[in-house]
C-alpha cells in the first residue's frame, strides 16, 4: 500500500517544452468541460475557497491531476510555472485506488497556493485479450471447431477436433500479426454463428455482489457504462457493386445477465440458415436467443434492406446496399426475430438509417466495399449509462478507425475525433435495471452462399467499466 506525498515527489517528470501556451488552452477547454468533470471524478476533499485567481489555478491545476492519473501514475508534473503532485493508497477491498493531486500555483513564493482534491479511481488492468483472452468461451450448443477458434501464446493446443497440424499452420501464419491473442469467427461452417462471453473475474465481489466495473464468472456490473476497443480483419476482398459477394458480419453485443446463460446465450434461427440475424436475433439452434434487455454495435457487411417479416429472408431494413455500422437493442416485445432490424422496436428503438445511430459508406469506384478491403480495422465503443426521470439514459458513441494517439486507451473517453455515431436512448426503469449485471462479447454469422463464406479476425482487444 502506497500513500505518502514526500516520496511521491522525489522525482519530478516535466511535460514537453512549449506547454504554458498549451495550458492556458487547455484551461480554457477544461472550463468548458468542467460541469462535467466534477460529476465524473465527484472529488471528496473539502476544498479551499475559491477565493482568487490563484486558488482558482491551483485547483485546475489539481483537476488536471486527476484527470491525467492513470494506475501507476504518482510524482510532481510541471505545467508552465504551475504543477500538479500525485499519490495514491490502496487498492482496497474493492479494487479502488484512492488518487491524491495537489496542485500547486506559484511555487516557492509569498503567494504560493496548494489545493487538494480525492477520489476513489479503478485500480484494476483493462480486460484485454493479452492478459484475459482464456477467459472467453464458446457456449456449448456452438462448435467451436468452426464457429470459434480462439489463438494466444498462452493456449498452444489445438481444439478438440481440430487438427494439429492446421493449428500450428494456422498458428505460424498470424503470430506475427496477433501477437497479443486473438479470435476467429467463421471458420468453414456457415450454418453454426460465431459467439464467445467473457467469462472471467475481474476485480473483488464479496459475498458474490460485485461493484460497478467488477465481475464474478463474466457476469459484470455493468455500473456507468463501459469503454472498449479492438481492431478487426475480414477475409474476402469484396468489390461487387452491391456488397454482396461476402457477408454476413458481426456484433459487439451487451446482454442482461438475469435471464441469458451464457451456456446457451446463441442467436440466429432456430435451424437452416438466417444468417442477417448475425447470432444476436432469432432464437438460436437451443431455442434459447439473447433474451432482452440488451444492445450492440453491429458491423453489417452484407444488405438486408428489405421491410417485410423478419422471420424471411433480406428483412433488416437497411437503409441501403453499403456496408454500415449501428447500434441495435431489441424490437418488438412478442418476438426475437427483430432484434436488428433497424427502425423496429420503441423505448428504445433500433436507429435506422439517416440516425445519429447508424452510419455508412458507399463502396469507391474502382475500390472494395467499405471495410472489405482486407485490411485491419477499428472500432471504438463508449457506453455511458445513467438514470434521469426514473429511466435509463444510455448514450452510445462509435468511432469507426480512430486514428488518433488516444484510441487505443480505454482507460479515459477518447476526445481526439468525432465519433461517427453518438445516439442516446432512454430505456424503461425494469429494462434499466435488467442491465445492472451483464455478459458482454461477440455475435457473427458469415454468408451460407457457396464460395461467399467470411471470416472475421478480432485483435489488440480492451476493455474498462466506468466508475
Known amino acids: 500500500m502506497q500513500s505518502d506525498f ?106 504560493e497556493t496548494n489545493v487538494l482534491l480525492s477520489t476513489r479511481r479503478q485500480s484494476l488492468a483493462p480486460i484485454t485479450f493479452e492478459n484475459n483472452i482464456a477467459d472467453f468461451s464458446v457456449p456449448a450448443s456452438i462448435d467451436a471447431t468452426h464457429g470459434v477458434l ?58 458474490g455482489v460485485c461493484p460497478d466495473g467488477q465481475c ?8 456507468q457504462g463501459l469503454r472498449a476497443y479492438f481492431d478487426f480483419a475480414l477475409s474476402g476482398y469484396d468489390a461487387s457493386e452491391d456488397s454482396d459477394d461476402y457477408g454476413d458480419g458481426f456484433t459487439f453485443a451487451i446482454i442482461n445477465a438475469a435471464t441469458n446463460a451464457p451456456d446457451a446465450a446463441v442467436g440466429g434461427p432456430a435451424k437452416g440458415f438466417r444468417n442477417e440475424y448475425l447470432g444476436y436475433a432469432g432464437p438460436g439452434p437451443g431455442g434459447q436467443g439473447l433474451h432482452a434487455p440488451k444492445l450492440a454495435v453491429e458491423v453489417d457487411l452484407f444488405p438486408n434492406t428489405g421491410k417485410g417479416n423478419p ?46 445511430g447508424y452510419v455508412q459508406q458507399a463502396r469507391t469506384a474502382g475500390g472494395a466495399n467499405w471495410l472489405e478491403d482486407g485490411r485491419d480495422h477499428a472500432l471504438r465503443v463508449e457506453i455511458d449509462r445513467t438514470t434521469a426521470a426514473g429511466q435509463g439514459v444510455y448514450r452510445v458513441q462509435v468511432w469507426v478507425d480512430p486514428d488518433g494517439d488516444g484510441a487505443k486507451d480505454v482507460t479515459r473517453d477518447y476526445t481526439e475525433q468525432t465519433p461517427q455515431i453518438d445516439h442516446t436512448a432512454r430505456l424503461a426503469q ?14 457473427e454469422a458469415m454468408s451460407s452462399l457457396t464460395g461467399r463464406s467470411q471470416t472475421a479476425a478480432i485483435h489488440d482487444f480492451a476493455l474498462e467499466f466506468r466508475h
Open 6 to 111: 514526500s516520496a511521491a515527489s522525489q522525482h519530478s517528470i516535466d511535460l514537453p517544452p512549449g506547454l504554458a501556451l498549451i495550458y492556458v488552452i487547455a484551461s480554457l477547454l477544461l472550463l468548458s468541460t468542467l460541469a462535467i468533470a466534477i460529476t465524473t471524478l465527484t472529488p471528496i476533499a473539502t476544498l479551499t475557497t475559491l477565493s482568487g485567481f490563484a486558488e482558482q489555478r491551483a485547483y485546475y491545476l489539481a483537476l488536471s491531476g486527476l484527470n491525467f492519473w492513470s494506475p501507476g501514475k504518482t510524482g510532481t508534473y510541471t505545467i508552465g510555472d504551475g504543477s500538479f503532485t500525485l499519490a495514491t493508497s490502496g487498492p482496497d477491498a474493492n479494487g479502488c485506488t484512492t488518487v491524491n493531486s495537489v496542485g500547486c500555483s506559484g511555487k516557492g513564493s509569498a503567494a
Open 216 to 223: 464474478l464468472a463474466g457476469r459484470c456490473s455493468f455500473g
Open 150 to 207: 480462439v489463438f494466444d501464446k498462452d493456449l498452444p493446443n489445438a481444439p478438440a477436433g481440430m487438427d494439429e497440424s492446421d493449428w500450428v499452420l494456422l498458428w505460424g501464419e498470424n503470430v506475427g500479426r496477433y501477437a497479443s491473442g486473438w479470435m476467429q469467427f467463421g471458420g468453414t461452417n456457415t450454418a453454426i454463428p460465431g459467439i464467445i462471453w467473457y467469462r472471467g473475474n475481474h476485480g473483488a465481489c464479496p459475498e
Open 430 to 443: 425494469t429494462d434499466h435495471s435488467g442491465l445492472d449485471v451483464v455478459y458482454f462479447g461477440w455475435t
Open 311 to 356: 422471420k424471411n429472408a433480406n428483412c433488416r431494413a437497411d437503409a441501403s446496399n453499403a456496408n454500415h455500422v449501428a447500434v441495435v437493442y431489441w424490437g418488438a416485445s412478442d418476438t426475437d426475430l427483430d432484434d436488428n432490424v433497424h427502425g423496429a422496436g420503441s423505448a428504445p428503438a433500433n436507429p435506422a438509417g439517416g440516425s445519429s
